[in-house]
């Protein structure tokens, strides 16, 4: 974005609301977003305080599955779950919802999103369903969020997507075909093959890496990026379950992505599926998480091993704090994570949902 717009989109932000513009700070800066259901069954999205304290929460339609948050507004956009069509924009700080997203008829979105650097567009992953193919959304923070084009993911069925350094992103596109006449079944697997793509925030493509054929069935679904801007990447088996293959790997551009921990056993208690997957604030160490296994593995990205296993009920949020990780749980904990320890940091009645996001 050129300099005069953004300087314009500014302008406007100041003009629609109070001086100064509020931010995150105005609501006790939050450190966590997280979905969830509340023991009434009501679903909803909560801001937690490192302590496991919610600042605030609010009602959602139906389950959500990620968060994404404004780098400077206290607005958050709260994703259904796949194959959900609903997306929320609320105002944190005085409870508003701003707008409600919905895609265009024959999409639907696919659960996360990101905002472009300068805060002015959120971009969404979505599924084009009757034509098989990934899309990214883009809507304009400063037009109430109206949905101003769409580019493509680069390949099948994207998921996650981020913001790397320097202003691009990289999307999880899972490779998987699904339609919503055949709920969440897998119509490819026979072809599917999922990838990395690089995009500029044009739609530009500017890298893509895919997974050997001995991985062909990995569905790359979850990411995070360190200091450095490596990509860390959470992997979901298609084939069948009981193997030792790797569910987590690295990529930095112009470099081959490595997959950790290569045969290591402790895989197999995974049960295939990697829920998410956060760096520690070094870019040091990784956790990633497995809500089917009950597990929770650190790796260090150095000798790319694993360095300790947390067995932990319905695991699945994790989001770096300043000394390891917080991560939470279907059952309702919200855990401290070190290298050598999990420890209870809040007993709620919330069945958390799939991810933590860090503020």
């Not at 050129?2 to 989109?9: E, M």
């Not at 265009?104 to 992953?125: E, I, V």
Request: hydrophobic share 40%; with cysteine.
């Amino acid at each position: 974005m050129a300099r005069s717009s953004r300087r314009s989109f500014l302008a406007g932000l100041v003009a629609a609301s109070a001086w100064p513009l509020p931010t995150w700070a105005d609501l006790g800066s939050p450190a966590f977003l997280s979905a969830g259901r509340a023991p009434s069954g009501q679903d909803m999205v909560a801001g937690l305080d490192l302590q496991g304290n919610a600042l605030f929460q609010q009602v959602l339609p139906g389950r959500g599955h990620a968060v994404c948050a404004h780098p400077r507004l206290p607005h958050i956009i709260a994703f259904a779950r796949r194959p959900g069509r609903f997306a929320h924009v609320l105002d944190c700080r005085t409870g508003k919802t701003l707008a409600h997203l919905q895609p265009p008829d024959g999409y639907h979105f696919y659960g996360h999103g990101c905002f472009s650097t300068d805060g002015t567009r959120l971009f969404t992953t979505e599924n084009d369903y009757e034509n098989a193919r990934g899309v990214i959304g883009v809507w304009s923070v400063q037009d109430s969020y109206q949905r101003i084009g769409s580019f493509s993911s680069g390949g099948i069925g994207p998921h996650d997507m981020a913001g790397l350094p320097g202003g691009s992103f990289v999307v999880a596109n899972g490779g998987i075909e699904t339609h919503p006449d055949t709920g969440r079944s897998k119509l490819n697997l026979a072809t599917m093959q999922s990838n990395l793509s690089y995009l500029s925030e044009e739609g530009v493509l500017q890298d893509q890496i895919t997974l050997s054929s001995d991985f062909r069935l990995n569905s790359i679904r979850h990411l995070d990026i360190a200091p450095d801007g490596t990509v860390a990447f959470a992997m979901q088996w298609q084939g069948d379950i009981g193997s030792d293959l790797p569910l987590a790997g690295l990529h930095k551009a112009g470099t081959p992505a490595r997959l950790l921990a290569e045969d290591d056993v402790r895989w197999r208690e995974m049960k295939g599926y990697g829920g998410s997957i956060a760096f520690d604030h070094g870019g040091t160490h990784l956790a990633i998480t497995s809500p089917r296994g009950n597990r929770l593995l650190i790796l260090d990205t150095a000798s790319d091993s694993i360095q300790v296993e947390h067995l932990l009920p319905d695991v699945c949020g994790i989001a770096p704090q300043a000394q390891g990780w917080c991560a939470t749980s279907g059952t309702g904990q919200i855990l401290t994570i070190e290298a050598a320890q999990a420890t209870l940091l809040k007993q709620t009645q919330f069945q958390w949902d799939n991810h933590l996001v860090a503020l």
